[in-house]
């Protein structure tokens, strides 16, 4: 997908009127509780594909993608009209897996923390297996420094 200036202007305006449609003019029963996050248009501006999240169930992801795809075409009327481009671009709707990799990050990050608190607690209670310094000093001789002093 393109990220020219004016794809992305146009972008934002097709999120604009397809929010703006699915809250206001789309009343089809099967639609729940959509968010448009985000639309990318290829750089001839022929295709835009529309990514959306549902609240809710799978029951309710279903039926708001039935209800989408019958609504398809009354959205892209739309879109050419608001766009006011020659050719108006097809349009096809993706459910953005956002919530779900967001879940699923949380509850890694959940699982990092608890394992981090088992570390943690495991070394408060640890000890050395030796000495508490492991590296060796030099002996310093008492005989070395006896013997230098009977000389003076």
Same mark, same amino acid.
């Given at each position: 997908?393109?990220?020219?200036?004016?794809?992305?202007?146009?972008?934002?305006?097709?999120?604009?009127?397809?929010?703006?449609?699915?809250?206001?003019?789309?009343?089809?029963?099967?639609?729940?509780?959509?968010?448009?996050?985000?639309?990318?248009?290829?750089?001839?501006?022929?295709?835009?594909?529309?990514?959306? %999240?549902?609240?809710?169930?799978?029951? +309710?992801?279903?039926?708001? /993608? #039935?209800? $989408? *795809? &019958? @609504?398809?075409?009354?959205?892209?009327?739309?879109?050419?009209?608001?766009?006011?481009?020659?050719?108006?671009? %097809?349009?096809?709707?993706?459910?953005? +897996?956002?919530?779900?990799? /967001? #879940?699923? $990050? *949380? &509850? @890694?990050?959940?699982?990092?923390?608890?394992?981090?608190?088992?570390?943690?607690?495991?070394?408060?209670?640890?000890?050395?297996?030796?000495?508490?310094?492991?590296?060796?000093?030099?002996?310093?001789?008492?005989?070395?420094?006896?013997?230098?002093?009977?000389?003076?």
């Amino acid at each position: 997908m393109a990220d020219t200036p004016r794809a992305r202007k146009i972008a934002e305006r097709i999120q604009q009127v397809v929010a703006q449609m699915l809250d206001t003019r789309i009343k089809d029963p099967r639609l729940g509780f959509v968010t448009v996050t985000e639309v990318r248009v290829t750089g001839d501006l022929q295709h835009a594909d529309v990514f959306y %999240t549902v609240l809710g169930d799978e029951e +309710a992801r279903t039926g708001s /993608a #039935a209800a $989408l *795809a &019958s @609504a398809k075409g009354l959205i892209r009327s739309e879109v050419g009209k608001a766009t006011g481009i020659r050719l108006t671009p %097809t349009i096809d709707f993706h459910l953005d +897996a956002v919530p779900e990799t /967001a #879940a699923q $990050l *949380a &509850s @890694a990050l959940a699982e990092a923390q608890r394992r981090d608190a088992e570390v943690a607690a495991l070394a408060a209670r640890a000890s050395y297996a030796g000495e508490a310094d492991p590296y060796r000093r030099p002996v310093e001789d008492d005989e070395d420094d006896a013997g230098t002093a009977d000389r003076a």
